[in-house]
């Protein structure tokens, strides 16, 4: 980027501030209109909450804000990344994506939009979407190079579902090719889909890895979200505790995920967890407790009540 156009998308700073959220609503509905296709890769919940969208509107205002010096968002580009793998996010799709907010900025802004504001975030976007693809395109490497791993979505059969408390559920998977698993990192996550009617798509969700890698099955541990004043009840998780019983098949996608047990050194382990948080501290500490770690481990977990404790 020429030092014209930084200056350029930094002059939008104040209107992201002020009406980023507008300018990403408008973004993914004119989005889902013209690919309806994407839908599947976005979490609908978050959609009809505008979490996605806030979420959309406060990393574009922190993009603008460290154009001078972008390297200070590394951990959360690679956070980012992390999930776009583990929905199948792939480099033609930043292609898509650019095309409508690009033409968003115009739309919402009007006459305001100059050319030269255009070519500006263009070439902004193109240098964030370079950086995105570099780093994903080394996570999907890495996940296909790893003894049993897989990109994209692979068929699991439901082994044993396990109730662990009055509102969390354990299932275990296995590969429906009789296929090898691969290792992962203990506190690590894998993309679930599963068709939901009432939406006529594929939805995807993120649920930790609650058993320790070196198992021959994939376990999660789903909490079910009833509904309540502030969110409507959970599609996916309800879906997974009323219709999936033993025997029937899911789509998971490969363990990703930035969190994890840093297992180099010898000082204490301590594991902070509440609620259905309990599931990656499980995973760590089967882990240390399996591979025989002599790690001073202290566990500390909050829960509702008795009942709700997994």
């Known amino acids: 980027m020429t030092p014209q156009q930084k200056a350029l998308v930094q002059g939008t700073i104040p209107l992201l501030r002020s009406s980023g959220v507008a300018l990403t609503s408008h973004f993914y509905q004119r989005m889902f209109q013209h690919n309806p296709e994407l839908k599947h890769l976005f979490n609908q919940g978050q959609q009809g909450s505008g979490r996605q969208q806030q979420a959309l509107a406060a990393a574009v205002l922190a993009y603008a804000e460290n154009l001078d010096d972008p390297s200070v968002l590394l951990p959360v580009v690679e956070r980012i990344a992390h999930k776009h793998v583990s929905l199948g996010i792939r480099a033609e799709h930043y292609g898509i994506v650019g095309k409508h907010l690009l033409a968003s900025i115009q ?3 009007g006459d305001a ?20 693809i570099g780093v994903e395109s080394s996570l999907y490497h890495q996940a296909t190079a790893t003894s049993g791993g897989w990109s994209g979505w692979r068929p699991f059969r439901i082994s044993k579902r396990v109730a662990e408390s009055e509102v969390i559920t354990s299932f275990y998977f296995e590969p429906l090719d009789g296929g090898p698993l691969p290792s992962f990192k203990p506190g690590q996550y894998v993309s679930l889909r599963l068709y939901v009617a009432e939406l006529d798509l594929f939805q995807p969700r993120q649920y930790s890895l609650s058993d320790a890698p070196g198992q021959p099955y994939l376990r999660i541990s789903v909490k079910r979200e009833a509904a309540s004043e502030q ?27 930035d969190f994890y047990l840093q297992e180099s050194g010898t000082s204490p382990v301590v594991l902070l967890s509440g609620g259905v948080g309990i599931t990656p501290m499980v995973s760590i500490l089967n882990h240390l407790v399996r591979s025989g770690s002599p790690r001073p481990i202290h566990f500390i977990h909050s829960a509702r009540d008795g009942a709700s404790h997994a």
Do not use: C, K
């Not at 599609?235 to 490969?254: C, F, K, M, T």
């Open 113 to 132: 939009a100059t050319p030269e504001l255009i070519d500006a975030w263009a070439a902004a976007y193109g240098a964030l979407a370079e950086l995105f």
């Open 231 to 257: 969110q409507p009840a959970g599609r996916v998780s309800n879906l997974l505790h009323d219709q999936y019983e033993e025997g029937q098949i899911v789509e998971l996608s490969a363990p990703l995920g």
């Open 107 to 109: 739309e919402v802004l």
